[in-house]
Structures are given as C-alpha cells and as structure tokens.
C-alpha cells in the first residue's frame, strides 16, 4: 500500500514537472527544434538535463541586459561626447552615394545602425594588417608612444614572450601617467598571478569580463567576450581576428597562423572607444567619459566605416543579420573566410540562395585545429550543403587559417571578431568593422586569392569516396552544432 502511494506521489510530480518544463520552454519562443530538443533533455535527463539547461542553453533571458543597462546610464555622456558623429549621419551617407556609389548599399548602411545603434563614420585611415607579424610591432609602438589613454579588450591574453613586451609597454606607460585599462575574457586569460600583480602594483587596471567563476555568475559559463580591440589615445583603433598570444607568431602543430586585423586612425576609433566604455562599465561600474578619450580628426581622408557589436544580451542578433544581409546583397562575387563554417539555418539559405542565383560564391576555411576537430569535421555537413547549390569551398592548407572577412562585389567588407558559426552569432560577444571602400575590398580580394594559392578545393566527390562510419560521425558532430 505504501509503495503505491509512494509510485503515484511519484507520477505525479513527474507530471507537474514535464508541464512546468513544457510551459517554461514554450513561453521562451525558441524554434520549435530547439523547444523539442530542449524538452526531449528535461524530461530524458532530469537532473543532468537541467545542469546542462542552466550552462548550455539559456538565452538572452539569463543575462541581465547588462549592456543595455550600461548604455542607459552611460549614453548621454557618450552621445555628448561623440555628437560630432550624430550631426554629420546624413552628410556622409550622401558622400557615399556620390563618391563611392560602388559601395552605396543603403540597406546594410540602415542595417547597422539600427541593430546594433552604430552610427557612421567617415574620416578614418584604415590599414588591414595580416598576420601577427603586421599587427604586433604596430600595436607595441601605439602603445609606448600612448600620451592619454590605453585601453584593451582581448578574449586571447597568454603570457608569453610577446605578452611580456606588452606588460612592460604598459606598465611604463601607466608610471608616466597614461590611463591604462585591459579587459580579458575569464576562460582566456591565462596570465600568471605575479604578471597580473607587477600591472596592478603599477597602476594598471586590469580586470576579467564575465567573471562565471563568481558563483553568482555560474549561468553565464557558456558566454565568452571573444573580441580583441584596442584603442590608443581615443585616436587609434584595432579589431580583428589576433588576440594577444605568441601561439598566433608561433602555433604549435601548424607552421603558421593566418589571420587578419585592422587598424584605423580617425572617428572609427571612437566607436571602438564606446564599445570598450561599455563593456568596462558592465565589469567595474566605472563611468570613463569625457572629450578627452575622443581626440580630435586630423585625417581628411573619406573612409567610411561602422563599427557592428552584438552580443547573447543584445536585442538583435547584429552580426549574424550582418552577414545574412551582405550575402543577399552580393550580385557578382562573394569571399567570405573564416576558421569555422557553423551556420545557422538563415545564413546557410542565404548562402545556398546567393550561389544559385548565380554570384561567384566562394568560401574559405581551415580543414583542422591543433587539439580538438569536432567543429571541423561537422562544418564538412554543411560544405555539402552549399557546394551542391554551387559555391566552391576551399581549406587552407599552409597554416592554421583564422581570419573572419567577408567581402561583397569588391565593393564592402567587413573585418572583425566574429566567426561564421552559431557561437559568434549568439553565444559571444564580438565586433567587426564594416568598410565601404572598393580600394580596400580590392585590397582583401588579392589576399583572398594569394591565400587560395595553399588551398585545395573541398568537393563533394571526395567527400562520397570517405567511410560511411566517417561521414556518420561527421553528422553526430553537427548535433553539437549550437555551442561549437
């Protein structure tokens, strides 16, 4: 008698508990896949599930809208101090249609400012930079040479023989007086405890974004600050695919790393300059305003440039409606690079689409990593996929591959921080700068095509002639396509 009771005491909290999984599910809006994945793990699983549940699939909802919060408390001393920029919107989207009418694309133009309130900027020196070996001795002399402010934001911070230089640049920089701030990702940083204290014992502020190690902040596990920027005296700007390591002078297991950055002098610092403010006022509560970290433009070369953010507590999934709108927008060439090929399901038909219309679709990646291959081998489901609507696929095969470009009709670019994959587009917090000059697509079209000199084309009939075991498991792996 008392084991019955107990059994239907049982059931019936089971019961209450798969409708409390369904209603909270259904009442979170996802795709109905997601909706019946998720719910398939809570009730399979319902301790683990949950566990999972609480690392791996809360959304936007998990989060607090911190930069929302910060861009409330903190915008109207941001928009006093980059005003200059509000009045001058108009101005340079008519220069744009008169004197780079190739690169007049008034919908990404609309896009950008209204999914991630990026306003446009236009007297800026852009240099795209490639490789460490480019991006490094500039970034160290901006640094030494600092007379106001410097401030970085890195997922990437090791230390290393390089990172070493940099804490010295800074720390020598800090005792004569310059305003130092470093920002890095807690599951990258990977400085020692002595190398963190001679910046702070200096009069460096350095601190970790996203601390999930906090208890409070166990949720948050799953979300990374996968951006790299730095902004010297609110007058030079960087962004791009390098973090701070050695590993991108000398990887191991590869023979180089490839990769690409930007550096920029004029107005599109600023807009690094505010994003950076952002992101340390969701970390410290710190308020860094004033005119003095936005110097003036010298330059008067008409270069324009907006600078994309997104991030899992942003409204619009920016970066990823980005990328989706520049595919749909190519109407003769695409080149599009990244190390990972995860797409969503938009941005894989935008793509499929793009190719069958019949734009030259072409598409690079790297074939491996130097540890873990799970990412590489589910992204050969996907290469299908678009190889059979006609785009051409290639792997890069000199070196690890780790750019993150896409560039539309040698017309506009863009050069950042986010990959082409799932993560990027709702997991991570990234920047990626938007460039509407043919000079420098064409620029990134010749290092397209200088880098598919160590490619080899990735078809769909050498992938057939693979075991049927190996392309299995190449489709289990797509299954963890969401948190790749």
Same mark, same amino acid.
């Given at each position: 008698?008392?084991?019955?009771?107990?059994?239907?005491?049982?059931?019936?909290?089971?019961?209450?508990?798969?409708?409390?999984?369904?209603?909270?599910?259904?009442?979170?809006?996802?795709?109905?896949?997601?909706?019946?994945?998720?719910?398939?793990?809570?009730?399979?699983?319902?301790?683990?599930?949950?566990?999972?549940?609480?690392?791996?699939?809360?959304?936007?909802?998990a989060?607090?809208?911190?930069?929302?919060?910060?861009?409330?408390?903190?915008?109207?001393?941001?928009?006093?101090?980059?005003?200059?920029?509000?009045?001058?919107?108009?101005?340079?989207?008519?220069?744009?249609?008169?004197?780079?009418?190739?690169?007049?694309?008034?919908?990404?133009?609309?896009?950008?400012?209204?999914?991630?309130?990026?306003?446009?900027?236009?007297?800026?020196?852009?240099?795209?930079?490639?490789?460490?070996?480019?991006?490094?001795?500039?970034?160290?002399?901006?640094?030494?040479?600092?007379?106001?402010?410097?401030?970085?934001?890195?997922?990437?911070?090791?230390?290393?023989?390089?990172?070493?230089?940099?804490?010295?640049?800074?720390?020598?920089r800090?005792?004569?007086g310059?305003?130092?701030?470093?920002?890095?990702?807690?599951?990258?940083g990977?400085?020692?405890?002595?190398?963190?204290?001679?910046?702070?014992?200096?009069?460096?502020?350095i601190?970790?974004?996203?601390?999930?190690?906090?208890?409070?902040?166990?949720?948050?596990?799953?979300?990374?600050?996968?951006?790299?920027i730095?902004?010297?005296?609110?007058?030079?700007?960087?962004?791009?695919?390098?973090?701070?390591?050695?590993?991108?002078?000398?990887?191991?297991a590869?023979?180089?790393?490839?990769?690409?950055?930007?550096?920029?002098? &004029?107005?599109?610092?600023?807009?690094?300059?505010?994003?950076?403010?952002?992101?340390?006022?969701?970390?410290?509560?710190?308020?860094?305003?004033?005119?003095?970290?936005?110097?003036?433009?010298?330059?008067?070369?008409?270069?324009?440039?907006?600078?994309?953010?997104? &991030?899992p507590?942003s409204?619009?999934?920016?970066?990823? /409606?980005?990328?989706?709108?520049?595919?749909?927008?190519?109407?003769?060439?695409?080149?599009?690079?990244?190390?990972?090929?995860?797409?969503?399901?938009?941005?894989?038909?935008?793509?499929?689409?793009?190719?069958?219309?019949?734009?030259?679709?072409?598409?690079?990646?790297?074939?491996?990593?130097?540890?873990?291959?799970?990412?590489?081998?589910?992204?050969?489901?996907?290469f299908?996929?678009?190889?059979?609507?006609?785009?051409?696929?290639?792997?890069?095969?000199?070196?690890y591959?780790?750019?993150?470009?896409?560039?539309?009709?040698?017309?506009?670019?863009?050069?950042?921080?986010?990959?082409?994959?799932?993560?990027?587009?709702?997991?991570?917090?990234?920047?990626?700068?938007?460039?509407?000059?043919?000079?420098?697509?064409?620029?990134?079209?010749?290092?397209?095509?200088?880098?598919?000199?160590?490619?080899? /084309?990735?078809?769909?009939?050498?992938?057939?002639?693979?075991?049927?075991?190996?392309?299995?498991?190449?489709?289990?792996?797509?299954?963890?396509?969401?948190?790749?």
């Amino acid at each position: 008698m008392m084991f019955d009771l107990l059994l239907n005491i049982g059931y019936v909290l089971l019961a209450i508990y798969i409708i409390s999984v369904a209603i909270f599910l259904i009442s979170e809006n996802r795709t109905p896949q997601s909706t019946f994945a998720w719910l398939l793990i809570l009730v399979a699983l319902p301790v683990v599930g949950l566990l999972i549940y609480l690392f791996l699939g809360r959304g936007s909802h998990a989060f607090s809208q911190e930069t929302q919060l910060a861009k409330q408390e903190i915008g109207n001393d941001l928009m006093r101090d980059t005003g200059r920029l509000k009045d001058r919107q108009q101005e340079y989207i008519d220069r744009i249609e008169q004197e780079k009418p190739a690169s007049f694309y008034r919908k990404i133009l609309n896009l950008v400012s209204e999914n991630s309130s990026s306003a446009l900027t236009g007297y800026n020196d852009v240099e795209i930079l490639q490789d460490a070996t480019m991006k490094y001795p500039r970034l160290l002399a901006d640094i030494k040479a600092a007379q106001s402010s410097v401030h970085l934001n890195y997922y990437i911070w090791t230390e290393d023989e390089f990172t070493l230089q940099i804490k010295e640049a800074l720390i020598e920089r800090a005792k004569a007086g310059v305003e130092v701030r470093c920002l890095y990702d807690q599951s990258g940083g990977m400085m020692s405890k002595q190398y963190l204290q001679d910046l702070t014992d200096s009069g460096v502020e350095i601190h970790p974004y996203l601390e999930y190690r906090a208890l409070g902040k166990l949720h948050t596990i799953n979300y990374r600050s996968h951006r790299k920027i730095a902004v010297i005296d609110g007058k030079i700007g960087y962004v791009g695919g390098l973090n701070l390591d050695v590993e991108q002078i000398k990887p191991p297991a590869f023979d180089r790393w490839r990769d690409t950055h930007l550096r920029m002098i &004029g107005e599109a610092a600023w807009a690094l300059q505010a994003s950076f403010i952002v992101s340390w006022f969701n970390t410290t509560g710190q308020k860094v305003t004033g005119q003095k970290y936005f110097s003036v433009v010298e330059t008067k070369n008409f270069m324009p440039v907006q600078i994309i953010q997104s &991030g899992p507590d942003s409204q619009w999934k920016a970066i990823r /409606q980005l990328y989706f709108l520049m595919i749909m927008s190519a109407e003769k060439k695409l080149y599009m690079q990244s190390p990972f090929f995860i797409p969503d399901e938009s941005i894989l038909e935008a793509l499929k689409a793009t190719a069958l219309a019949g734009v030259d679709v072409q598409l690079m990646f790297t074939p491996r990593g130097s540890t873990y291959q799970i990412p590489y081998r589910a992204a050969h489901t996907y290469f299908k996929d678009v190889v059979k609507a006609g785009a051409k696929v290639y792997l890069y095969e000199a070196g690890y591959f780790h750019p993150k470009t896409l560039n539309i009709d040698n017309s506009v670019i863009s050069i950042g921080t986010a990959n082409m994959d799932i993560r990027s587009f709702s997991l991570n917090y990234e920047t990626c700068a938007v460039v509407y000059d043919e000079g420098k697509a064409k620029e990134l079209e010749a290092q397209f095509f200088e880098d598919l000199k160590h490619c080899r /084309q990735w078809t769909l009939e050498e992938y057939n002639s693979y075991s049927a075991t190996h392309r299995f498991v190449d489709s289990v792996y797509r299954l963890t396509s969401p948190v790749l």
